[in-house]
């Protein structure tokens, strides 16, 4: 199994609102992809409430099959229209780590 863990700081955006819809935003069309691509098992997305300067505003939690089916979901058109079409329009920093257990 893989683990895949993403973080973004976002900011608002003139067409995809302030930043808390933007949060919204992100959270409901990333986790609007369970079920929707073989190999991924479990997805999650958590919204921060932490006021610090180092926090992100926005985390991925998402486990795979294997790492095949994680290349496959970061290839997989309907990741791409969510991270083409808004989560690389709106993110000023990323973090991201995959790992095995």
């Given at each position: ?7 973004w ?13 933007v949060?919204?935003k ?15 098992l479990?997805i ?8 610090s ?23 997989h ?7 083409n079409?808004?989560?690389r ?13």
């Amino acid at each position: 199994m893989v683990k895949h863990i993403v973080m973004w700081q976002v900011a608002e955006h003139e067409v995809h609102g302030t930043k808390e819809e933007v949060m919204h935003k992100i959270k409901e069309q990333l986790e609007g992809l369970k079920g929707q691509i073989e190999g991924l098992l479990e997805i999650e997305v958590g919204l921060n409430f932490n006021a610090s300067p180092a926090a992100y505003d926005v985390v991925l939690y998402s486990e795979f099959v294997d790492a095949s089916a994680l290349d496959y979901y970061q290839a997989h058109e309907k990741h791409l229209a969510v991270a083409n079409q808004l989560v690389r329009q709106v993110a000023t920093s990323r973090a991201v780590v995959d790992y095995t257990i």
